[in-house]
C-alpha cells in the first residue's frame, strides 16, 4: 500500500492471487528467456547452415565454457535478488538500494576479472577437453571474442535480475527482443554475407549484448529514482548478506556447468558428427530448460516479497501455482518435440548434416522430451527454497543431480554408447526433486521461519 492507503501496482506479488501473479509474472520471463535462446541459437542455425557441420560443432563445443561463466552471472543476480526482493517487499527502499548498488559495483568487477580469465584459458580448456581437431581452431576463436564481451554479458543478467525482484519482467523482456533482433540481423550480416564465419557470429553476439547492457542500465538508473530514499554506495554489511545468497547459487550453477563440461568431454570422443547431434539437441534441451527455470525464477520473488512481508500463508499457494505452470508447459514440449524432432534437428544440421548427427540430436531430443517436467518440478521447488533462503539444501540437491548425470556419462557412455550422456538425465532431476521436497515439507510445517 502506498500513503493513501492504495494498492501499489509494483505489489502484486503480494497483493493479487497467487496464480494471476505468477503468471503475469512469469510470462515476460518465460519470452525474455526463449529470446535470451535466439542468440545462442541463431549462431547456431545460421554457422550450420552456411559454414557447416564442422563449425556447428566448434560453437556447441563453446558453449560447454561459457556456460560456466554464464551461469556465474545468472548465478550472481539470482542471488543478490533475493536480498533485494526480501527488502522490496517489507518496503525497506533505503537498504533495498544500498543492496544494489552493493551488488553491482562487486559483481561488474568480478566481471571484467572472469572475462580476461576465460579470453586467456580458452584454448587450453579446448584442448583439455579433448575437443576435434577440426574444430578447436574455431571454438577458441569464438570463445576468445565471446570472453571480450563478458562484462556487457554480467551486466544485464545482474540488471535484470534487480528488475525481476521488483516485479518488472517486462522490462528485460523488451531488452531481449531488441538484442535477439539485432543479433540475428548481424549473424546474417556477418556470416552470411560477409562470410566471417564462427568469428562473425561471436562479434554479432558481442555487440548485440553490449547495447542491450547500456540501453538496460540507464533505463534501470531512471527506474530508481522513483524510490525516494537516501543510500550509502556500498556497503560491506551488505556485500557479506549478498554473497552469502549469491555464493551457495553460483557454486551450485557454476559447478553443474563444469560438471557439463565433463560430459561435453565424454561427448567429444564420439568425434565431430557426434557433437554436432548433441550441440543442436542441447540447444533445444535449453530452450526447454529456459521456460521452466523462468517459472523457478518467478517462484523465488513471489517466496521472497511475501516472506518478507510476512505473508507466508501466500507461499505454498504461489508454489502449486508454479507447478501447474511448469504441467502445462512440459505437456506443450513433449507433444512439440515428440513428433517433430527430425525437423526440428534440421534446423540446425541442414542439409549437410550427417546420418549419424541426425541420429544423436533426434534420440536425444525426444527422450528429454519425456520427462522434462521433472526440471520443472525441480526449479520450482528450489525457487521456493531460494525464496526463504535456504541455500545450503538447494546447493546441495542440485549437486546430487549433477553427481549422477556425470558420473554415468563418464563411466558407462564409453563403454556402452553415448545414449548413456542423456539416460541418466531424469535420473538426477527425479533425485533433485525429491531432496527439494522433502526440505520443503519440512520447512513448511515449521511455518517457514
Not at 566448434?58 to 558453449?63: H, K, R
Not at 508454489?319 to 534437428?345: K, M, N, S, T, W
Request: with cysteine; net charge positive.
Amino acid at each position: 500500500m502506498d500513503r493513501s492507503g492504495r494498492k501499489r501496482k509494483d505489489e502484486y506479488l503480494i497483493t493479487d492471487p497467487p496464480l494471476k501473479a505468477l503468471l503475469i509474472f512469469s510470462l515476460p520471463m518465460i519470452l525474455g528467456s526463449l529470446f535470451q535462446q535466439i542468440y545462442s541459437m541463431a549462431d547456431s542455425i545460421i554457422v550450420g547452415h552456411f559454414v557447416g557441420q564442422n563449425a556447428l560443432a566448434a560453437v556447441g563445443a563453446s558453449s560447454a565454457l561459457t556456460n560456466v561463466f554464464i551461469c556465474v552471472a545468472i548465478g550472481a543476480g539470482a542471488g543478490a535478488s533475493v536480498i533485494v526482493s526480501q527488502r522490496f517487499g517489507a518496503r525497506d527502499y533505503r537498504e533495498m538500494k544500498q543492496s544494489i548498488r552493493t551488488s553491482m559495483i562487486f559483481f561488474l568487477l568480478l566481471a571484467a576479472a572472469l572475462g580476461a580469465l576465460g579470453f586467456v584459458l580458452s584454448g587450453p580448456i579446448m584442448r583439455t577437453l579433448r575437443t576435434p581437431e577440426e574444430v578447436i581452431g574455431m571454438a577458441v576463436l569464438y570463445l576468445r571474442v565471446y570472453f571480450a564481451g563478458f562484462p556487457f554479458l554480467f551486466m544485464y543478467n545482474i540488471i535484470s535480475s534487480m528488475f525481476n525482484a521488483l516485479g518488472e519482467s517486462r522490462i528485460p523482456l523488451y531488452f531481449l527482443i531488441f538484442s535477439s533482433v539485432l543479433n540475428v540481423f548481424m549473424d546474417f550480416f556477418m556470416v552470411a554475407r560477409l562470410g566471417m564465419g564462427v568469428f562473425g557470429a561471436a562479434l554479432a553476439t558481442l555487440i548485440a549484448q553490449g547495447v542491450s547492457a547500456v540501453f538496460s542500465f540507464a533505463l534501470f538508473v531512471r527506474a530508481m529514482r522513483r524510490y525516494d530514499a537516501d543510500a550509502a554506495f556500498f556497503s560491506g554489511h551488505d556485500l557479506k548478506k549478498i554473497l552469502s545468497f549469491a555464493v551457495p547459487t553460483i557454486i551450485q550453477q557454476s559447478t553443474v556447468s563444469i560438471g557439463m563440461l565433463l560430459v561435453q568431454s565424454v561427448v567429444n570422443r564420439f568425434g565431430a558428427e557426434a557433437l554436432a547431434g548433441f550441440s543442436a539437441t542441447g540447444r533445444i534441451e535449453n530452450i526447454v530448460a529456459a521456460i521452466f527455470v523462468s517459472i523457478g525464477n518467478a517462484v523465488s520473488p513471489f517466496t521472497a516479497q511475501n516472506f518478507g512481508a510476512s505473508k507466508k500463508d501466500r507461499i505454498p499457494k504461489g508454489y502449486h501455482a508454479g507447478l501447474l505452470l511448469d504441467l502445462i508447459a512440459a505437456g506443450v514440449a513433449c507433444a512439440v518435440i515428440e513428433p517433430f524432432a527430425r525437423e526440428i534437428a534440421g534446423l540446425f544440421l541442414g542439409s549437410k548434416g550427417t546420418a549419424e548427427a541426425y541420429r544423436v540430436a533426434v534420440d536425444y531430443m525426444r527422450w528429454i522430451g519425456w520427462f522434462c517436467f521433472l526440471l520443472g518440478a525441480k526449479v520450482s521447488t528450489d525457487g521456493v527454497l531460494k525464496g526463504i533462503g535456504r541455500m545450503r539444501v538447494f546447493m546441495a540437491s542440485n549437486l546430487c543431480n549433477l553427481f549422477i548425470r556425470v558420473t554415468v556419462a563418464m563411466t558407462m557412455a564409453p563403454y556402452l554408447g553415448i545414449r548413456f550422456v542423456w539416460y541418466a538425465v531424469p535420473v538426477g532431476w527425479a533425485v533433485n526433486v525429491l531432496i527439494s521436497c522433502f526440505a520443503y515439507r519440512r520447512n513448511r510445517r515449521r511455518g517457514f521461519e
